[in-house]
């Protein structure tokens, strides 16, 4: 992951060198900011929950009002599931995104929409070790830690809105989980079995919105 990272950040500088004078928007942006993680199940009953995201990107220009946009974010997400006795158990999804995407300039500097595919690098789901036990209220042939090894590759579909300056803007967007990100548990049998027989199935649905200081 640390190689990856500083691929990206001499490729990114690499580019902006290349092309800083040619338009103002060919530009190194950082990023930071807030999320909110939903699984969307028609089995598990999810409650969204809070996170952070941050990364780099740059914005260049394409084709008259068309822009790509790529880069890589870091992301600590987190949603809920409840236990039999009510609990709510809380999952967090540390994440690594690299995504290339689209943008038309609706006002050029100032607002763009967006849209694009995000590949998604997964870490296992996180929870508190006192509730790794705890059954699921639905599943409740399933513990907690049983849903932990979910894929650790998955894919995204990015769309969004950009506002601001030159170099000060603000990105709201939603990413759509197009692949089952809990695919790999219908790998065994045992657990599927304790699933009722049924297969796991899971998309992820999530909302940021990042400020990005272009330099």
């Known amino acids: 992951m640390k190689k990856l990272t500083l691929l990206l950040i001499?490729?990114?500088?690499?580019?902006?060198?290349?092309?800083?004078?040619y338009r103002d928007s060919n530009r190194i942006g950082i990023s930071g900011g807030i999320t909110s993680l939903d699984l969307l199940s028609d089995q598990f009953n999810a409650k969204p929950g809070q996170g952070w995201i941050g990364g780099l990107s740059l914005r260049g220009n394409y084709y008259n009002n068309w822009q790509m946009?790529?880069?890589?974010n870091f992301t600590d997400s987190n949603f809920s599931l409840q236990s039999v006795t009510g609990k709510d158990i809380e999952y967090k999804l540390s994440a690594v995104q690299v995504y290339l995407v689209g943008s038309y300039m609706v006002i050029e500097n100032h607002l763009t929409l967006?849209?694009?595919?995000?590949?998604?690098?997964?870490?296992?789901?996180?929870?508190?070790?006192a509730d790794e036990l705890l059954l699921l209220k639905d599943s409740p042939g399933l513990m907690a830690q049983d849903i932990t090894k979910i894929?650790?590759?998955?894919?995204?579909?990015?769309?969004g809105i950009t506002a601001?300056?030159?170099?000060?803007?603000?990105?709201?967007?939603?990413?759509?989980?197009f692949t089952n990100i809990m695919n790999s548990l219908n790998k065994?049998?045992?657990l599927k079995l304790a699933n009722?027989?049924?297969?796991?199935?899971?998309n992820i649905g999530m909302l940021s919105a990042m400020l990005t200081i272009y330099l």
């Open 10 to 21: 001499v490729l990114l500088s690499a580019f902006s060198f290349a092309q800083h004078g």
């Open 69 to 72: 946009v790529y880069g890589m």
């Open 114 to 129: 967006e849209i694009g595919p995000v590949l998604q690098i997964n870490s296992k789901l996180k929870l508190d070790e």
């Open 151 to 159: 894929n650790q590759i998955s894919g995204n579909v990015m769309a």
């Open 164 to 177: 601001g300056v030159t170099r000060f803007r603000l990105n709201v967007n939603y990413q759509y989980g």
């Open 188 to 190: 065994k049998d045992e």
């Open 196 to 202: 009722g027989n049924q297969r796991f199935r899971g």
